[in-house]
């Protein structure tokens, strides 16, 4: 097979190709890490799409929550939710939903969206145990190899290429070899187009190898709930690693692991449904 490597000006060529979000996904966006959101406009956006209104409405009434009274409408979910939960879910959903269909070359699509749910319930729990931003957590652990999803769909030849020599060396390796990028890169170019707020955008571009600046913050955090859910093992090297950058006990790492653990299969059943 004879493929050819892209540059950067293609991929982001073919980012206006991909499925685009409804504009109110795209204002909730881009009100993550601001102080002077209005939560009462935003909230009046999100009831009178009826299809994002009816996936928060689907959520806050999930087991997943385990609320005492039905929630009837969106209002209502924002105010037993919170406004960032609720932000999150909706964000989260609908983006799963543009890119959770099935026919991509060489990419397990629910396998990919399993591990990506996994590592956002991971990194929220984390990021709860260090006293950080939780919702920007889950939706960078949840968006971590969104560029895995932009190279596979925009350039399918060469995805398959990476696929057939996948080794060793890791995937971010064989994919700058074959494509000349790597899914760290796309999938930062695909959050700055969406304009989420740079410490997402790291947490993206950078879930392999944060900066040291980065490592006791969302970038860290998301690096390190991708670690413990490949790894699967509470008391190994990253775990360690969360200690250690993140100020956490031991005992608060297997926590972590024992929450995602216990939540993971509601939130694929909530996340994933049609």
């Not at 609720?86 to 099935?102: E, K, M, P, Q």
Request: charged fraction near 20%; proline fraction near 4%; aromatic fraction near 6%.
């Amino acid at each position: 097979m004879t493929t050819t490597a892209v540059d950067l000006t293609q991929v982001v060529q073919r980012l206006r190709d991909l499925p685009a979000l409804p504009s109110i996904v795209l204002d909730l966006i881009s009100s993550f890490g601001r102080e002077d959101v209005d939560v009462t406009t935003l909230a009046e956006k999100m009831s009178r799409d009826q299809a994002l209104a009816a996936k928060i409405l689907r959520l806050a009434n999930s087991s997943f929550y385990g609320l005492p009274a039905k929630v009837k409408t969106v209002k209502q979910a924002i105010v037993v939710l919170g406004f960032d939960s609720a932000r999150a879910l909706a964000v989260a959903s609908t983006v799963i939903d543009r890119f959770g269909g099935a026919g991509r070359p060489r990419v397990d699509v629910a396998h990919f969206w399993r591990h990506s749910i996994a590592t956002a319930l991971c990194a929220r729990s984390l990021a709860r145990q260090a006293g950080l931003d939780q919702d920007a957590a889950f939706i960078g652990g949840l968006l971590h190899d969104i560029g895995r999803l932009v190279l596979a769909i925009s350039f399918p030849e060469q995805y398959a290429r990476v696929i057939a020599e996948y080794d060793d060396t890791g995937l971010s390796a064989v994919e700058l070899r074959v494509l000349g990028v790597d899914h760290e890169h796309a999938g930062q170019l695909l959050a700055e187009a969406w304009k989420f707020p740079p410490v997402i955008q790291r947490a993206i571009g950078r879930h392999h190898a944060p900066a040291a600046a980065d490592l006791a913050d969302i970038p860290g955090v998301v690096h390190v709930a991708n670690g413990l859910v490949h790894a699967l093992d509470p008391n190994g090297r990253m775990a360690g690693v969360a200690a250690a950058n993140l100020g956490l006990l031991p005992e608060q790492v297997q926590a972590v692991c024992r929450e995602t653990e216990g939540q993971f299969e509601e939130a694929c059943r909530l996340l994933m449904q049609d």
